[in-house]
């Protein structure tokens, strides 16, 4: 199992590797929540795999899951989401304003900034 989840995590850090060098701002914004998410898989993955543990500490278990890092990832995907939120109204701004959604405000086909906006 836990080879299984470091081949899934490193697929998806490395699309969003991919996403990130990519020159659209939508790109982008999936780039970074890919990696959000392979962040907290890898922070789940290390409170270790193990299927019917109880989070719970029980008198006599011998078997219990950690859930600090369950607790860490609830944080981190609430803290995700705003910051996904965030950062789609700025790519949405940005858009309106430079009227392409290159990167660098740069129209590739063009090759020249756009003569409307502010």
């Known amino acids: 199992m836990e080879l299984i989840m470091a081949v899934g995590i490193g697929i998806v850090t ?30 789940f993955s290390m409170g270790r795999l193990r299927p019917g543990a109880s989070p719970i500490v029980a008198a006599g278990a011998e078997s219990y899951a950690d859930p600090v890092p369950q607790a860490l990832v609830l944080t ?19 858009h309106h304003q430079t009227g392409s959604d290159h990167v660098d405000g740069l129209d590739p086909v063009l090759e020249r900034r756009p003569e409307h906006g502010p």
């Open 76 to 94: 981190a995907i609430v803290i995700g989401f705003g910051m996904t939120g965030f950062i789609m109204a700025l790519a949405v701004r940005i």
């Open 14 to 43: 490395a699309c969003a590797v991919y996403l990130l060098l990519r020159g659209r701002t939508f790109s982008m914004v999936l780039g970074l929540s890919m990696l959000s998410t392979a962040g907290n898989l890898f922070i």
